[in-house]
């Protein structure tokens, strides 16, 4: 009993371990998914600040690059001008009106004329109780450096009207030197508004890090990190302001894009982007900030939601499948007896499965012998063919060769009475002629026995000029007993296609032959020999200006036995349609050529 009871204690203890140890996974698991939830909603944030940043960039670029026309143009002006050269002439009172006509269209702050001693003479303001005009303003970082550089930019208050602003002037020169400056005060009040409207928290800072344009008035003129004591000395300068304190803004980095500020008094977390103005404003920076609490916050309670659930769902599904073992192991017995009994069947199936293999691999024998044999009388077919067309042949072949060796008797007629009167070099002329007509007469008799050879199955590179040129010296003697007309289009001699030469020969003394005889007897016959070149194939065509072909024949040209001649076998066509196919290509009546018959064969196009 007592060792019962420790082994009971033991179990418990064990599985109090296991217990902790699976809470403490999970709750890892699920507090990690939660924060890859929040870095990826971060991200998101990030991208749609991106997004967002160029658009709040852009309305400060454009209010100042439109205000800093206005200086540049009124520098030029002639009323400018002659007010500053000659300024007793009266023409104060029409020069503030222009000035103030234009900053109402511009929606300028102030525009205003300062002479060469830094003295105010017009004014858009003139007359009101702010007005500019008689100040002096030579202390003023616009005019001192607009009259040395020619331009200048300055963000600060307001001397008379305390408020903040970007001042920008443009110096006035004059035929003996600079006469004045024109300044543009522009107080971004519109784009601050636009900023604000957005919804996000927008910001510009100079050089030393210091507010200036903000959608958060309260952060003007304070800065993000503390600022050193020459820093605030240089600030307080150039913004005009001898007491500035310059407070820390409630905005604090914690790395990455992440921030912590208080724009309203409470403390919210952000995601922050920032660029600078470049050119348009130098030394200027400009950060947006977007609120991050409520989506980081949501996407993280998701993804831990979605995680726990998950999990659960896999211990239900754990717990189910413990549950099946137990059933799938009773259920292993009798499927154990089952299979067995089932090995049985297969073995007797197996067997009448291996008779009946065994039957259908002899029939596939048989009918591969019988593949075979319809290939052997195929290629049979096709020498006959050739062996007819050589005997269609014969006699326009024994025609050339009979005129060569008529030759031959005359030269050695004429050899034997040059020798009897003692003329060796034109004996030695004539014995030359008879050597170059018995070479034409080896030709001939080489392109007959290379044609009635039996064609091999190789499939290789073949110049089809010489293909052509082969065909038509087979046919030579029936072309000119015809007296039919030979028009070939000759292209690149080295132009190939992949073939046999024998069998493409044959296909080609084929179409020829059919050509002859459709033109037989015509007085203008015609036969057309054609190549055209495309991407990949190359296009032999043969077109005679014959009678044509009726429409039943053309519907079954390439059938066996169909023929249009009175003593034709009607196998030609079919066979070299045939060699075609072998060949990798085809062979085609063409259907657009009006007169006569046109027969195309299509081979690939070799390298």
Known sequence: ????????????????????????????????????????????????????????????????????????????????????????????????????????????????????????????????????????????????????????????LGNVSARPGLFLSSRIDGPDGPLGVVVVKVELDRVESSWRESGFIVFTTDERGVVLSTSVPQWRFGAPSPLSEEEVEISRDRLQMPGGAFERVPLSYHGGNLVTASPTGKTAGFVAVSQDLGKVVPGWQLSLLIPADAEISAAMMRARATTLLALVLVGVVVFVLVRRRRAIRQRQESLARMNAELEHRVHLRTSELRRSNEALAAEIAERENAEARVRRLRDELAQANRLSILGQIAAGVAHEINQPVTAIRTYAENATRLLQG???????????????????????????????????????????????????????????????????????????????CIRLEQILVNLLQNSLDAVKGLPEARIEIALAVKSETVAISVRDNGPGLAPEIRKSLFMPFTTSKQKGLGLGLAISAEIAQELGGSLRLDADHENGASFTIELRRAE
């Open 422 to 500: 003692d003329r060796p070099q034109e004996t030695a002329g004539n014995l030359k002629s008879i050597i170059a007509i018995t070479g034409r007469i080896g030709t001939i008799t080489e392109t007959l026995r290379s044609f009635s050879r039996r064609a091999t199955g190789f499939v290789g590179p073949v110049p089809a000029e010489e293909a052509i040129d082969g065909a038509l010296s087979l046919l030579a003697g029936r072309v000119r007993e015809s007296g039919a007309t030979i028009e070939r289009t000759r292209t690149d001699l080295s132009l190939m296609v992949m073939a046999s």
């Open 1 to 156: 009993m007592n060792f019962r009871g420790r082994s009971a204690v033991g179990r418990f203890l064990w599985l109090a371990v296991l217990l902790v140890l699976l809470g403490s996974a999970i709750g890892f698991f699920v507090f990690a998914t939660g924060r890859i939830a929040g870095t990826r909603a971060e991200s998101v944030l990030r991208d749609r600040a991106l997004a967002a940043r160029p658009l709040a960039a852009d309305t400060l670029k454009g209010d100042i690059e439109k205000q800093r026309l206005i200086p540049r143009v009124l520098a030029r002006d002639d009323a400018v001008q002659e007010m500053l050269r000659s300024p007793r002439t009266g023409g104060q009172a029409a020069l503030d009106d222009k000035l103030r006509a234009i900053a109402r269209d511009a929606a300028s702050s102030v525009i205003y004329v300062i002479n060469s001693e830094g003295t105010t003479v017009a004014a858009s303001n003139a007359g009101e109780p702010t007005s500019f005009v008689g100040r002096d303003y030579r202390f003023r970082h616009y005019f001192a450096e607009a009259m040395a550089t020619g331009m200048a930019t300055q963000y600060a």
